[in-house]
């Protein structure tokens, strides 16, 4: 199907190959690339299509249309363009975390104007709620560790997000992470002037801070917004029934399906305090308090690890909030997300030893020095290079040393546990990447696994880059 972006047409549906609207005649394909498939979403300022990108071989995306206000006034609607751009670059700049979708394209075309951005497979946590029910403490644990290093990237970036709720939180299906989506979307053809006056409320009422619905939001307005959005999930009611207005005291605990902890209770309440004063300062700390067993907070007051967590390329924050938490599973593949960003390549079995020379020195060692220093000398590219040397690996791949390679290989893989055997009799056998062992009682080297992919391909280029790196150190 194809879907007519005209927003006064009557019939929308369009069949496939269609170029041009059926019914009004309007053209089908934005830039003659993008080409909206069906509705996935209706606010009051604009709709979201689900929608395939035709430069990039259908691939999907999501297009994202807004209506400017005051459309008969050529000044206005130059400045909500003016805005919409500014908005647009802002967005550009976000989507380059790896859980923000990242921005494609965006225009204005016949008086609309359209974001395209990366389409993330999965279901809101709305829609998640509605099918599963009310969220345990552990779920809500988990969102919290896995949301707040996103939130406090944007606000690292001074952006408010200003409409923290279900809907705008995707659980991507492949690997469960979760996604903010729906940034400023409101403020961009919002501007305080236009829609203040005519007391129209920015952002959803339920989850909006006091501050917020007054107009002043600010950052804390967000960890207000994320508070509400657990009691919502936690006890599956409306924010609206979990406030009581007569005594002006939030009453969620006593609507919960199951208890929870006093810690994880005292924290939402934090979260969700009217004042602003009473609310916590910032993501991290509520990230601290989260984390009972101090890990960020003594590596973080130790100072032991002064590295800096953002190239011209990519964002580290993510992957040091893992490594922190000891998540290395986590870790593990944000590791080959950020390598295979840094080789330009989309997919693992792509990467080539000639795409490794194009992560930079202070790329690598980032990566490297982060797994070191949180795993404490157990896992890193360091430690591997290490192992791999003392086991006669060699750094330089030739056509002859085929057969040396691949055997130290193989040697390799027993010693850090990516093969294994039942006994001293038995073959030693490749272990699923599931059945890993993501803790610190794995064998030295077991991670980062991105070799155990590849095969020696890349190892030798791999560990090879990091003694050039840290020879042009010295
Ligand atoms: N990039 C995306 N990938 C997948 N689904 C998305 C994406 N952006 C939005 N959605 C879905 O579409 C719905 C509406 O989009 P949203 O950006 O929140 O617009 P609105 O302003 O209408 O709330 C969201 O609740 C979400 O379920
Ligand atoms: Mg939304
Ligand atoms: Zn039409």
């Known amino acids: 199907m194809s879907y007519c972006l005209n927003p006064i047409c009557q019939k929308p549906e369009n069949p496939d190959a269609a170029n041009f609207c059926v019914n009004c005649g309007s053209r089908l394909v934005l830039k003659d690339l993008y080409k909206a498939i069906e509705p996935i979403g209706q606010g009051g300022f604009g709709r979201t299509f689900r929608a395939v990108d035709l430069g990039r071989f259908g691939q999907p995306c999501v297009i994202k249309q807004f209506f400017p206000p005051a459309q008969n006034n050529p000044a206005a609607l130059q400045k909500s363009i003016e805005l919409f751009n500014r908005e647009a670059e802002q967005l550009?700049?976000?989507?380059?975390?790896?859980?923000?979708?990242?921005?494609?394209?965006?225009?204005?075309?016949?008086?609309?104007?359209?974001?395209?951005?990366?389409?993330?497979?999965?279901?809101?946590?709305a829609e998640e709620l509605e099918e599963q029910g009310a969220f345990s403490e552990q779920k809500i644990r988990e969102l919290l560790l896995d949301?707040?290093?996103?939130?406090?990237?944007?606000?690292?970036?001074?952006?408010i997000h200003r409409d923290l709720k279900p809907e705008n939180i995707i659980r991507r299906q492949v690997d469960r992470r979760l996604f903010l989506v729906d940034f400023g979307a409101a403020k961009v053809v919002t501007s305080k002037r236009d829609f203040a006056k005519t007391g129209t409320v920015i952002g959803s009422a339920e989850y909006t801070a006091p501050e917020q619905t007054r107009g002043k939001a600010v950052f804390k307005s967000d960890i207000y917004s994320l508070g509400v959005t657990c009691i919502h999930l936690l006890t599956n009611i409306s924010p609206f029934e979990l406030y009581d207005d007569v005594h002006d005291v939030w009453i969620w605990q006593q609507h919960l399906p199951m208890p929870v902890s006093g810690s994880i209770a005292r924290i939402i309440d934090r979260m969700l305090a009217r004042a602003i004063v009473s609310r916590f300062d910032?993501?991290?700390?509520?990230?601290?308090?989260?984390?009972?067993?101090?890990?960020?907070?003594?590596?973080?007051?130790?100072?032991?690890?002064?590295?800096?967590?953002?190239?011209?390329?990519?964002?580290?924050?993510?992957?040091?909030?893992?490594?922190?938490?000891?998540?290395?599973?986590?870790?593990?593949?944000?590791?080959?997300?950020?390598?295979?960003?840094?080789?330009?390549?989309?997919?693992?079995?792509?990467?080539?030893?000639?795409?490794?020379?194009?992560?930079?020195?202070?790329?690598?060692?980032?990566?490297?020095?982060?797994?070191?220093?949180?795993?404490?000398?157990?896992?890193?590219?360091?430690v591997q290079r290490t192992i791999w040397e003392s086991m006669g690996g060699l750094l330089y791949y030739d056509a002859e040393s085929y057969w040396r390679f691949a055997d130290t290989y193989l040697k390799f893989a027993n010693r850090v546990g990516w093969r294994t055997r039942k006994s001293w009799l038995t073959k030693w056998e490749w272990i699923k990447y599931g059945d890993f062992d993501f803790s610190l009682q794995a064998a030295q080297?077991?991670?980062?696994?991105?070799?155990?992919?590849?095969?020696?391909?890349i190892m030798d280029s791999l560990f090879y880059r990091l003694k050039s790196c840290h020879d042009s150190y010295d």
């Not at 949301?147 to 952006?159: K, S």
């Not at 690598?364 to 157990?378: E, F, P, Q, V």
């Not at 080297?445 to 391909?457: A, K, R, S, T």
């Open 92 to 125: 550009n700049e976000l989507g380059k975390h790896p859980q923000i979708p990242e921005l494609i394209a965006y225009f204005e075309q016949d008086a609309s104007l359209y974001l395209v951005q990366e389409l993330i497979e999965g279901q809101n946590l």
């Open 147 to 159: 949301l707040l290093p996103a939130i406090q990237f944007i606000h690292d970036r001074q952006v």
């Open 282 to 382: 910032s993501s991290i700390d509520i990230l601290k308090a989260l984390d009972r067993r101090g890990t960020i907070a003594s590596a973080a007051q130790a100072g032991d690890i002064q590295i800096s967590l953002s190239t011209q390329t990519v964002d580290y924050t993510y992957l040091r909030d893992r490594l922190a938490l000891g998540d290395w599973q986590a870790a593990d593949r944000e590791t080959n997300t950020l390598i295979l960003k840094l080789a330009g390549r989309s997919k693992k079995k792509e990467l080539t030893a000639t795409d490794i020379k194009k992560v930079s020195c202070d790329d690598l060692d980032t990566i490297d020095r982060l797994w070191m220093n949180y795993s404490k000398g157990r896992f890193g590219f360091s």
């Open 445 to 457: 080297g077991h991670l980062p696994g991105i070799c155990y992919w590849d095969g020696f391909g």
